[in-house]
């Protein structure tokens, strides 16, 4: 019989039953093995798989957070080719003075937990700014997480102030950084990146930012921008260095795919990933990251009712409330112009899907 013929108990290739029975025992795959799932995982059998291993990790559980975004600018020293958001594409440009960005936590959800704080990178602001900022917020707002800057800020920062980047995040901590958000990682491959995004940090900085975090105990989280103009094998070559770093570190929340979205940007001619290629990604990530906690649908991005979906294929966290205070995936095309939602659609939402919605705090421990 051929090695890889049909087990006529299960309807599986031989191959794809040996990675069921792997991932079924908890144990690791291979990226040969992540890479033949992309490949040839037929969406039901990768739906259960990447449930069988949330399961595991977090049971019925779904989690969300009350939060809000503050993006203190658009005009970026950057242009990334997939981006929307920035002065270079945006019909709009903004550049907030830190009084402004106050008023702004002044009159959001006063139970909201976390804040996070993330936009371009403006030639014009330096890691004192950002300080200054972050203080402030904590005066008004003592008990506010502060999740903010991608490691492509700090890198910015950082080399401007002439700190390395343990002494930038020591700096930065000192004054009320909490945690760093997943983005600036789009994929960990320097080579593409030339062609995505070709003026900013590289993988080599990206890994060693968050690294040194996690070794303050700053934790953080991961992003891969995906289904733009890269292979199955970069997604799976990005994935498996965040896997190594987390084998390092453990400082790692959340994975948050996030799918490239083409309105308005320089690959807008590139056709968007459907339904089925999401679930797959989503399945293939939380099956083959066995160690990173949590992954993220981010539903600002995909809309409501995608994000529910996911919640099949592996997602267990809906990030948060939102409350209407990011422009970056609305700008690119999101059917999400103005996202925000109640707890109590949040809750429903997750019910629907059949899992116990868990208000959180930032570091996943379950509040209320
Ligand atoms: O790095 C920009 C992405 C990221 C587009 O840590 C785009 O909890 C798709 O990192 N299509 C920033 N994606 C956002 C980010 C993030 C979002 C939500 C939660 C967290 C978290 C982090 O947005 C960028 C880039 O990868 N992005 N433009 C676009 N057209
Ligand atoms: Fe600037 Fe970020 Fe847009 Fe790149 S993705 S151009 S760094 S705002």
């Not at 203080?135 to 492509?152: D, F, T």
């Amino acid at each position: 019989m051929e090695n890889n013929s049909i087990d006529l108990l299960t309807g599986l290739k031989k191959s794809s039953r040996q990675i069921a029975e792997k991932v079924i025992c908890g144990d690791r795959i291979t990226p040969e093995e992540g890479l033949l799932l992309f490949e040839e995982g037929e969406p039901g059998f990768l739906g259960m798989l990447a449930d069988s291993v949330r399961q595991r990790l977090s049971g019925d559980q779904v989690f969300y957070i009350r939060n809000f975004h503050i993006e203190p600018t658009n005009i970026c020293v950057n242009k990334c080719r997939f981006c929307s958001y920035s002065h270079h594409f945006s019909p709009k440009k903004w550049n907030y003075s830190v009084d402004e960005m106050l008023e702004m936590v002044k009159k959001q959800d006063p139970e909201a937990r976390e804040v996070h704080i993330t936009g371009a990178v403006h030639p014009d602001k330096d890691i004192y700014y950002f300080a200054g900022l972050f203080s402030k917020i904590k005066e008004l707002r003592p008990s506010i997480h502060i999740k903010a800057l991608s490691a492509v800020e700090i890198d910015y920062l950082t080399k401007k102030a002439k700190m390395n980047f343990q002494q930038g995040l020591k700096f930065l901590q000192s004054s009320g950084l909490d945690s760093i958000p997943g983005g600036g990682a789009e994929i960990l491959d320097d080579p593409l990146r030339d062609k995505i995004c070709p003026t900013k940090s590289t993988s080599k900085a990206w890994l060693e930012i968050h690294e040194t975090a996690h070794r303050m105990g700053i934790t953080s989280n991961a992003t891969m921008l995906y289904g733009h103009i890269e292979s199955y094998s970069h997604r799976i070559g990005h994935m498996l260095q965040i896997r190594d770093l987390q084998d390092k570190t453990r400082g790692f929340n959340a994975f948050i795919p996030l799918k490239f979205k083409s309105g308005n940007n320089e690959l807008s001619g590139v056709r968007e990933t459907n339904l089925l290629e999401d679930m797959r990604n989503y399945a293939v990530a939380r099956i083959f990251l066995d160690n990173i906690p949590h992954l993220k649908g981010y539903w600002p991005a995909t809309g409501k009712a995608i994000a529910q979906l996911s919640l099949s294929f592996g997602v267990d966290d809906l990030d948060g409330t939102i409350s209407d205070s990011t422009r970056i995936y609305s700008l690119a095309g999101s059917i999400e112009r103005n996202p925000s939602m109640t707890v109590s659609e949040m809750e429903e939402l997750i019910r629907q899907a059949k899992r116990v919605p868990v208000e959180r705090n930032s570091l996943y421990q379950p509040v209320g």
